[in-house]
């Protein structure tokens, strides 16, 4: 297994690819539509292009996601590394790509024992909010919290591992790190 590098959230040979259109959907789905417009200024699109597509794309979700369409059909350079700057241009996180371009094969299956290892090893003292956020009841996680009082980090293994016998995909993991912002975390820790 090779351990991936993250640049600004992404490997840096990732920087380079086209994102695909379902990476664009899934970038614009969690951006506002002022947000769209602006990154689509700053990928030198010209205003009547957004104008056109305004008028043809009426509800916001369509236009968004056509606007870094059109942008992606007409670019020289169409590359993760565009909507980056174009990202950090208009004051958007650029982490926000790594989870549009995680791999699918690697999100659809169950986060093998040494991913696990590692996240808890890395998540610091937001153990019970990722509890919480992977569906744990309180009851829950107050007994994990009494069999572990002393060691935080024996708590996170054990809401872990009580989760993974589940056998839910990790991309349920990385919704919660996600929600409660250590995303990076996540990604830091995967394994392809």
Known sequence: MLKLTIVLGLVADELKQCPTDQQIGRLVFGLNLEVVKELFHHLAMPTHKWNGLQSNYHWYGNLKFFALWEWKQKAKEATFSAIQHALMHVKEDPHILCEVSLPEEVLASPPDEFLLENLSNN??????????????????????????????????????????????????????????????????????
């Open 123 to 192: 998540i610091g003292n937001d153990n019970l909010l990722l509890g919480l956020e992977l569906g744990f009841e309180g009851v829950e996680l107050q007994d994990i919290v009494y069999q572990h009082k002393t060691r935080l980090i024996d708590q996170t293994r054990e809401i872990l591992k009580r989760w993974s016998r589940l056998l839910q995909p990790s991309s349920v993991l990385a919704k919660a790190f996600n929600r409660i912002d250590k995303f990076g975390v996540f990604t830091r820790c995967i394994q392809i």
